[in-house]
């Protein structure tokens, strides 16, 4: 077993590994623990009892973080006309149509979120392997593809954050910043657990939130009793 560095070794004292604190409390201890020179993303992680293996065991959603995110967001629309203008006065970093096509599929990405209007996803849809690998792909289920691109667009730079389980049953996402006032982090942690809650699949049995735990970008994870996030 690895030796560690005398940096975790210190931010590990005081948090003990098989208790599950409070959302108040594990907050508290992450944020104690967040001393990078810059400012951490505090990132919550959920392990779901699904197998997404199975269509109806997929998990999938967006959730509105009340207190946004923290982070500064890129956003592309595919769109032309009216609902281009649309994009472009609600903020979006990049806006076209047929020309947007031809610089992401030369590989060409300088953005964080993609969304697109219902005409043009036949267009988008022949970028599924550049964009698909990324994550970037536009999806109706989670407010990408819509004709309100004004509202997508602000929803994005607003803190929306997507989320999709992985192979091993389990979604996470960045939730905040370790700047964030410890209220603020509980708020947007309670709101993302809520959304997954929401997203629980028809094949789903048994215990669908089996393990919760919170962690800044080089700080130890600390768990997180699961009643405590789903009281919201």
Do not use: W
């Amino acid at each position: 077993m690895a030796k560690l560095g005398k940096r975790i070794a210190s931010a590990r004292e005081g948090i003990d590994r098989e208790k599950l604190y409070s959302i108040d409390e594990a907050v508290k201890l992450v944020k104690e623990r967040a001393k990078a020179k810059f400012d951490e993303t505090i990132e919550v992680a959920m392990n779901l009892g699904v197998d997404p293996r199975h269509a109806d065991q997929m998990v999938r959603g967006v959730c509105n973080l009340p207190n946004g995110s923290g982070r500064s967001v890129r956003v592309a629309v595919f769109a032309r006309g009216a609902k281009a203008d649309e994009a472009k006065a609600a903020g979006a970093d990049v806006v076209g149509a047929e020309d947007l096509f031809e610089t992401v599929n030369g590989g060409t990405i300088d953005f964080d979120r993609c969304i697109a209007t219902p005409d043009m996803m036949p267009l988008v849809g022949r970028l599924g392997k550049v964009l698909g690998p990324r994550g970037l792909m536009p999806n109706p289920k989670v407010g990408t593809v819509s004709m309100d691109v004004a509202g997508a667009v602000k929803a994005a730079k607003g803190g929306a954050v997507e989320f999709r389980v992985e192979k091993a049953g389990i979604v996470h996402a960045g939730i905040g910043k370790a700047s964030f006032d410890a209220d603020k982090l509980v708020q947007n942690i309670k709101a993302f657990a809520d959304a997954v809650a929401k997203a629980k699949p028809s094949g789903a049995k048994g215990t669908y939130i089996q393990r919760v735990a919170i962690s800044s970008t080089m700080g130890p994870g600390v768990k997180v009793d699961p009643s405590s996030v789903l009281g919201a």
